[in-house]
T-cell receptor, first 113, second 115 residues
Framework: DQQVKQNSPSLSVQEGRISILNCDYTNSMFDYFLWYKKYPAEGPTFLISISSIKDKNEDGRFTVFLNKSAKHLSLHIVPSQPGDSAVYFCAASAPGRDDKIIFGKGTRLHILP | DTGVSQNPRHKITKRGQNVTFRCDPISEHNRLYWYRQTLGQGPEFLTYFQNEAQLEKSRLLSDRFSAERPKGSFSTLEIQRTEQGDSAMYLC?????????????FGPGTRLTVL
């Protein structure tokens, strides 16, 4: 049972344009959402997060939007750069003592020259 | 480099052998997590430690798997009598813990291949 769903296995975007990666979740107890970026042969790298009390968080070229009523979040990257080509994982955690993170399956982003 | 380190990076073993992986977390982090990632999937939680105490284990962690963090610093993950289905990337992560700081910092992983 996938609690965090990334329905697009891959996405291709022209360099300089906006990349939008989507994520849906089913567990209404999730209160913290994260995006990780992964290059081949490396571990995931934390990118940006958002608490459920917010609907937007911005960090440089990266913005995460949260729509709690739709149980949907998205990551916007603008402008997209070649170095953004990677696998992006959406992840979520519920309140509790373990901060266990539940990951989606990932979306592979290709930035085209 | 003060990031999370894992050794070995790659391990090839024959079915039925035992393997052990090591993780060294970021030094001031008191939480340490183990995840497993198979092809086409995101990382899946296996277990975690708060200092030296192992506080939760996933149902994915069969009896053949054991993890330790004896002094609350580095951790080891042992798989006994390996099976081909154990082939995966084993990821370690660490975090500071409570206070809304859920960000976990991952190591590069150990890729296990069971022949």
């Amino acid at each position: 049972d996938q609690q965090v769903k990334q329905n697009s296995p891959s996405l291709s975007v022209q360099e300089g344009r906006i990349s939008i990666l989507n994520c849906d979740y089913t567990n209404s107890m999730f209160d913290y959402f994260l995006w990780y970026k992964k290059y081949p042969a490396e571990g995931p790298t934390f990118l940006i997060s958002i608490s459920s009390i917010k609907d937007k968080n911005e960090d440089g070229r990266f913005t995460v939007f949260l729509n709690k009523s739709a149980k949907h979040l998205s990551l916007h990257i603008v402008p997209s750069q070649p170095g953004d080509s990677a696998v992006y994982f959406c992840a979520a955690s519920a309140p509790g003592r373990d901060d266990k993170i539940i990951f989606g399956k990932g979306t592979r982003l290709h930035i085209l020259p | 480099d003060t990031g999370v380190s894992q050794n070995p990076r790659h391990k090839i073993t024959k079915r039925g052998q035992n393997v052990t992986f090591r993780c060294d977390p970021i030094s001031e982090h008191n939480r340490l997590y183990w995840y497993r990632q198979t092809l086409g999937q995101g990382p899946e939680f296996l277990t975690y430690f708060q200092n030296e105490a192992q506080l939760e284990k996933s149902r994915l962690l069969s009896d053949r798997f054991s993890a330790e963090r004896p002094k609350g610093s580095f951790s080891t993950l042992e798989i006994q009598r390996t099976e081909q289905g154990d082939s995966a990337m084993y990821l370690c992560a660490s975090s500071l813990g409570w206070g809304g700081m859920n960000e976990q910092f991952f190591g590069p992983g150990t890729r296990l291949t069971v022949l």
